[in-house]
């Protein structure tokens, strides 16, 4: 009786469709080129939902628990840490400008453009200049940490897609981050994101140009004190002021769903 062999065929496999469903988020966010800063983190917070669904998969716990792994998943675990620590700052920093626009406000209401307020608006530029500087020294170390994260996506293996897929995360969540506190440091450093585009809220309250309108207002407002001119600056405060309290609701939402990646990692590494 002859003998039949059984030639076995190896074909690529292919991605967990939540893997591609993830590759997606990333490059939406990546190429958007009208999306306002509400959206981009309101992107960001969809993003790290699937990557927390990714992570409890059970052939993802499985894959990165391996000792082989362990190395790999530690790299992100020390990344998502960073991304806390990127986070809780942005959202200091956020509120320290909120501070700052809440106590011109508050003297312009009093004095009504009176030399009282002129003094304040004197204090509030020296306070956002410091600000600024501090912000700015921050982003340069963003740029630092951004060097460290290189994804690179085509591994056939499911492992290397895994552990790749968490890199690319984390490099669009710096990159995220980086541009909010271009944002109100109005610092002209270039953006990894093609496009970006700078509001702070989906419904466009506040344009790119916004914290420079303010400023340009005030400097005008000291060379000639008007009841009108008050009155704008006072509207802008008050928009300033609304959009940059939803940028830090949205801001704790991310830093919290950070925190969930962070305990699954610990998850995996410890199983």
Known sequence: ??????????????????????????????????????????GLKRLYD????????????????H?????????????????????????DFFSQMKECFQGLESSLRRTRGGESGLNEVDAYMVSRKKLNKVICKYLRNLKRQEKNCRTTFGDNS????????????????????????????????????????????????VQPSEIEKIDAELLVLKSSID?????????????MDSSLQEAVEELDCVYRKFVKTQVSL??????
């Open 1 to 42: 009786m002859a003998s039949f062999h059984i030639r076995s065929i190896s074909l690529p496999s292919r991605p967990h469709p939540l893997i591609v469903n993830i590759e997606e988020q990333i490059s939406k966010l990546k190429t958007s080129k009208s999306s306002s800063i509400g959206q981009k983190v309101a």
């Open 50 to 65: 699937s990557v927390d669904d990714f992570l409890q998969m059970p052939l993802s716990q499985q894959s990165l628990s």
């Open 67 to 91: 000792e082989q792994q362990s190395q790999s998943v530690e790299q992100a675990l020390n990344v998502s840490l960073g991304l806390l620590d990127m986070c809780s700052t942005t959202k």
């Open 158 to 205: 499911d492992v290397m897609n895994m552990i790749n897929i968490l890199k690319a995360a984390e490099e669009i969540s710096l990159a995220v981050l980086e541009s909010i506190l271009s944002f109100i440091s109005q610092s002209k450093a270039k953006s990894k994101l093609s496009g970006w585009s700078i509001n702070l809220s989906s419904e466009g309250k």
């Open 227 to 239: 009841i009108n001119q008050v009155h704008n600056v006072l509207k802008g405060l008050e928009a």
């Open 266 to 271: 610990l998850n995996i590494l410890n199983h």
